[in-house]
């Protein structure tokens, strides 16, 4: 088999090796990068090109120098030093320059110049590294048709969980297994604020500002505590999983914007945390994806994971399970993914881009949520007088719903306004049951809240 390698190959600059009777062209000339988006992480890929230069020329067989920078301000300090660079105002022409060979996108954005940066890139022939996790859901199949066609990669270690390199692990580590589910905490924002909300007693709003502070929040934080940018994260693990096209339409999406102090100390006095989880399920009727607020057991591997950090769990036939913990924002461990999609490309390495030649990925069609089978916590706000929790066991009842528990608490406050609270946790029912016994609940004139309602998930 002859591997010619192809796009950048400049003259004098490829060394033939005969491994194993494989012949394999592999270029030695320094792999000229181009960055767009100089934000926090765009700098550290700058500062970790930099200081990990002579371990990097070593371990891809070549050096990697940054060639080309593109930013919206020129003149902004960002601690590292751009002046021997080529600078660039628009990332289209960086994508294109033939100063470069290899593209990182680190803007942002689903659209508008991130994408059609991307697109010039590796219509140019050039591979493509990028963090850019909206668009990879949103136009990863097309990117990874396009890279195809071109011959060249595209690599988004970055786009997930931070520094943890579970594209990586699904793509190639695992591939000897058949996947049966993949969750975790992927939004390290979200993980912030009901841990802070957990271990502080601090309010939601408090801890939103703080994790903004702290840059890891999305510039609108509504993709995080919306469950959006969850979303876009699970998409990509649900297609590496599961051999999926990448579709984020595919998912169920809840934030958690209505969990409240009170559900967390609940949650806390029955053995329970709770997590924003993104789930991706292989069942009888398609690959489940769902991402809400979710309780897991306080003795759980994942309930474990506190502040910015992401987890990684997964199910598999061979393996069994696997947890993968580790940073999930911030500049030096997005930075880490990058650099390490650098090196793969410097080697010659190019994957399928979701582990399977894009036309053999099938499409995912939405599971619907009603479908869902699981334990259930949930919060009634009810009127505090005789025979309510009998009614309220009667609705379970007649549906054949199993209690775990079901209590009643009275507070002070709550008490003189004529009203208590009641926590019901159900054994695996399914969704549509538990809507529907709610709804009977709230038919019977008990409840005066919008019931709260959180699924249950088992290791
Ligand atoms: N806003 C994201 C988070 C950044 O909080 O996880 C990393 O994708």
């Known amino acids: 088999m002859r591997h010619k390698a192809r796009g ?39 500062r970790l090109l930099e200081r990990q230069a002579q371990a990097l020329k070593g371990r891809a067989g070549r050096p990697i120098v940054v060639a080309g920078v593109c930013a919206r301000e020129k003149g902004k300090d960002r601690g590292v030093m751009l002046d021997s660079l080529a600078w660039f105002d628009d990332p289209v022409e960086l994508a294109k320059s033939g100063e470069i060979d290899l593209f990182v996108e680190l803007i942002g954005g689903d659209e508008g110049p991130a994408r059609a940066a991307v697109e010039t890139a590796l219509s140019h022939s050039k ?76 309010p939601f709003a408090d801890c939103l500002a703080e994790a903004q502070k702290l840059g890891y ?5 509504t993709f995080d505590i919306g469950g959006f940018d969850t979303a876009h994260k699970l998409a990509i693990l649900a297609s590496l999983a599961f051999g999926t096209q990448v579709d984020p339409a595919a998912i169920s999406i809840e934030g958690i914007e209505q969990i409240t102090l009170a559900d967390l100390e609940a949650a806390d006095e029955l053995g329970y945390r709770i997590k924003l989880l993104g789930v991706a399920q292989r069942t009888a009727s398609g690959v489940e994806q769902r991402v809400h607020p979710t309780m897991v057991a306080k003795s759980s591997a994942i309930a474990q994971v506190m502040g910015v950090v992401n987890a990684v769990t997964i199910d ?51 599971a619907p949520m009603q479908m869902h089978e699981g334990g259930y916590y949930i919060r009634l706000t009810v009127a505090d007088r005789p025979g309510v929790m009998a009614a309220i066991a009667t609705q379970m009842g007649k549906r054949e719903i199993s209690l775990e528990s079901i209590v009643q608490r009275s507070r002070p406050g709550k008490k003189a306004a004529g009203v208590a609270t009641v926590i019901l946790l159900t054994y695996a029912t399914t969704e549509h049951t538990v809507r529907e016994a709610l709804a009977a609940i709230q038919a019977d004139g008990i409840v005066s809240e919008t019931p709260q309602v959180i699924r249950i998930e088992r290791e």
């Open 8 to 46: 950048s190959v400049r003259e004098g600059s490829t060394r033939v090796l005969l491994c194993c009777g494989v012949l394999t062209m592999i270029d030695s000339a320094p792999l000229r990068v181009g960055i767009a988006g100089l934000g926090t992480v765009g700098a550290s890929v700058i």
């Open 127 to 202: 591979s493509v590294v990028t963090a850019n996790k909206a668009l990879l859901a949103k136009h990863g199949l097309a990117l990874a048709r396009l890279a195809e066609a071109h011959h060249v990669a595209l690599a988004f270690e970055a786009s997930v969980a931070g520094g943890i390199p579970i594209v990586k692990t699904l793509r190639e580590g695992l591939a000897g297994n058949q996947i049966e589910r993949v969750y975790g905490i992927l939004n390290g924002t979200c993980n912030y604020i009901l841990s802070n909300m957990e271990t502080a007693r601090r």
């Open 217 to 221: 929040a999305e510039a609108d934080p």
């Open 316 to 366: 598999a036939d061979a393996v069994h399970e696997l947890t993968l913990v580790g940073p999930g924002a911030g500049g030096g461990a997005t930075a880490s993914a990058v650099v390490a999609d650098i090196a793969d490309i410097a080697k010659g390495i190019r994957s399928a881009p979701f582990g399977l030649p894009s036309d053999m990925l099938t499409p995912a069609p939405r």
